[in-house]
């Protein structure tokens, strides 16, 4: 069994920033990739910055230049350092990990993150 467990969510105004944090622990090899996802209300959830094992990063075009992904392999961790909040950034923040072996993803509980203008 494999739990991730996210941390840093909260209430900031614009143009504030915060860091999300999401620890993984179970049994398993290693986390292949590592990112966030976020849902909005009446929104799907969509991707926010991923990272691999070898710490390439993938962000969506909406948080570029914002938010900054990062992991620690050695603690199984990953950290998004959130920038510039705008009121759009409200979603509730999702950990997700995709761990070897067998190749299987997990979620976090979510945090909430809410921007107000």
């Known amino acids: 069994q494999v739990q991730l467990v996210e941390s840093g969510g909260g209430l900031v105004q614009a143009g504030e920033s915060l860091r999300l944090s999401c620890a993984a622990s179970g049994r398993f090899l290693k986390t292949v990739t590592m990112a966030w996802h976020r849902q909005a209300p009446g929104k799907q959830r969509e991707l926010v910055a991923a990272?691999?094992?070898?710490?390439?990063?993938n962000y969506s075009d909406s948080v570029k230049g914002r938010f900054t992904i990062s992991r620690d392999n050695a603690k199984n961790t990953v950290c998004l350092q959130m920038n510039s909040l705008q009121p759009d950034d409200t979603a509730v923040y999702y950990c997700?990990?995709?761990?070897?072996?067998?190749?299987?993803?997990?979620w976090g509980q979510g945090t909430q993150v809410t921007v107000s203008s």
């Open positions: 990272v691999t094992s070898g710490g390439t990063t």
């Open positions: 997700y990990a995709l761990i070897s072996p067998g190749l299987t993803y997990y």
